[in-house]
């Protein structure tokens, strides 16, 4: 077996370009919801199907959209992200759930960090990919899975973009 990558992509993909060019369009507050949502629906299962047992995941979820609403402060917010952190360290033996792990976390941790957004595509791609087809493939058939992934999330951020956003997040990419 070929030694597994925590992320799939690059950052010069065509297909991560585009979509970091749409993310520097958009609000940090769309941002994060965005990558929260995507997060939930298509990521949060992988973790939850390896260790059902395990609701860390789902409250660090659950605390966004309480902050969101204005119910919980960034303090507690990151605290919530900390224990994705811990999940994802525990889950050290299942490379599918840890990538889920650290994809909530960065999920969560772009609506004050938009550049935690990337982690979305590269970590959910490799969650999805691990947990879609094992771990014994070639590096190729991860490639196409994370280009078709990161294609899908570009889509469900259109749909819910604000068009001609008043106040884009200020982005500064890394990478």
Same mark, same amino acid.
């Given at each position: *077996?070929?030694?597994?990558?925590? *992320? ?47 609701? !860390? ?74 947990? !879609? ?16 992934? /990161?294609?899908? *999330? ?5 749909? /819910? *973009? ?12 890394? /990478?």
């Amino acid at each position: *077996m070929a030694k597994l990558r925590k *992320m799939l992509g690059a950052a010069d993909s065509p297909y991560i370009l585009s979509l970091m060019s749409l993310i520097e369009t958009q609000s940090k507050t769309t941002i994060g919801d965005w990558c929260v949502d995507y997060a939930e629906k298509y990521i949060l299962n992988i973790y939850e199907k390896a260790f059902p047992e395990d609701d !860390r995941l789902r409250l660090a979820v659950e605390a966004y959209r309480s902050y969101r609403k204005g119910e919980l402060k960034l303090p507690e917010l990151k605290k919530a992200v900390a224990l994705t952190v811990q999940a994802a360290k525990e889950a050290e033996k299942n490379p599918a759930a840890q990538a889920a792990a650290r994809t909530i976390g960065q999920a969560i941790g772009a609506v004050y960090t938009p550049t935690h957004s990337l982690g979305l595509a590269f970590y959910g791609a490799a969650a999805i990919a691990y947990d !879609r087809v094992g771990l014994e493939e070639k590096p190729e058939v991860y490639d196409q899975i994370a280009a078709q992934e /990161c294609a899908k *999330m570009e889509e469900a951020l259109r749909a /819910c *973009m604000v068009e001609n956003e008043k106040n884009p997040a200020k982005i500064k990419w890394y /990478c």
